[in-house]
């Protein structure tokens, strides 16, 4: 499955419009490291005995919520034209999908990926 996003590392501000490209039964985690590969930064890696496994926290986030990372990409909210945020959440394009209207306009291509108005 390809799906074309914005991923931002909130880290160090690095952001890039990917292709992802994974199989429907990978997860959220699986997807993660592919972003972190291809905006160039290191997986983090959890210090001291005792935490939790590399991937198991929530390291990405779709509008303001952090996203469970045992999700299959199928059932994510992973989808074509979001903005994701590693590390935590991000202001462009955060949209709260709670927040009723009348219409809305999705922006899936271009340096401006992944905002809602």
Known sequence: MDVQLTAVDVRSGRSAD???VVEKDSTVAEAARALRAAL???ELVE???????????ADVW????????????????????????????VGLGVHDPDVGGVAEVRVVGGPDAGRVH
Do not use: F, H, N
């Open 40 to 42: 160039g930064v290191p």
């Open 62 to 89: 779709v509008a303001g919520r952090p996203v469970d990372p045992s999700l299959a990409m199928t059932v994510s909210p992973l989808r074509e034209g979001v903005v994701v945020g590693l590390g935590g959440p």
């Open 18 to 20: 990917v292709v992802l």
């Open 47 to 57: 210090a001291g005995w005792g935490g939790p496994p590399a991937g198991a926290r």
